[in-house]
């Protein structure tokens, strides 16, 4: 079955939510008293260094020092290039229209948000990384809704670079009365530009 895809303009997390709402009109959104928790990751205030004190935890294998177990890639590929601040020496990089899918980890309304280090290599500099977020409910009807953007000339085009906080929990609706689901975060290149990411963090607290 294929994936129900959401407009490709990306303004808001308010238009995520709105656009996987009309999938069913009745359906709950995801931030409630009584929805479960994932199980619990040990987080740590691991961007303090650059001005972030929120707690957050790493995606399993998006520091790609193990290779790229678990993601899917699409005309992507691991490099032997780094990133500094995560001590690594291994990266993922995206170019003209690759994409990559991450492997699929718990989500519930107390993971809100998420943020990664993201560098433009080269390539076109009207090129664009979209970020889209996918999971398929309990009826197995797939679904699919963007995250956030990353555009050339945002401060990405010589170093690594943190991008600005991206929604999660915010971004979806649990159709059918879930309270957790299991979702991938899709990394998709277009219009000639080449992306490296590493380093994927997770906010695993509401705010």
């Not at 993922?92 to 718990?106: M, N, R, W, Y």
């Not at 433009?120 to 664009?128: D, F, M, N, V, Y």
Request: proline share 5%; charged share 15%; aromatic share 10%.
């Amino acid at each position: 079955m294929p994936y129900i895809t959401r407009p490709r303009q990306i303004r808001t997390a308010a238009v995520a939510v709105l656009g996987a709402a009309s999938l069913c009109a009745a359906a709950p959104a995801i931030a409630s008293a009584e929805t479960a928790a994932c199980p619990t990751q040990s987080s740590a205030t691991l961007l303090q260094k650059l001005g972030d004190g929120s707690n957050y935890f790493t995606l399993p294998g998006s520091a790609f020092e193990a290779g790229a177990t678990g993601w899917s890639l699409t005309s992507a590929s691991l490099v032997g290039e780094g990133n500094p601040f995560l001590g690594s020496s291994h990266s993922l990089v995206l170019g003209g229209t690759s994409e990559a899918i991450s492997p699929k980890f718990c989500v519930s309304s107390e993971e809100p948000t998420f943020r990664f280090f993201v560098r433009r290599t080269g390539g076109s500099s009207l090129g664009q990384l979209f970020v889209y977020l996918r999971w398929t409910d309990k009826l197995g009807l797939k679904l699919e809704v963007p995250a956030g953007l990353v555009l050339t000339g945002q401060n990405y085009n010589s170093s690594w670079t943190l991008t600005p906080v991206m929604s999660l929990a915010k971004a979806m609706v649990m159709l059918s009365g879930e309270k957790t689901a299991e979702v991938q975060i899709r990394f998709q290149s277009i219009l000639g530009a080449t992306w490296a990411v590493d380093g994927v963090y997770i906010d695993p607290y509401s705010r």
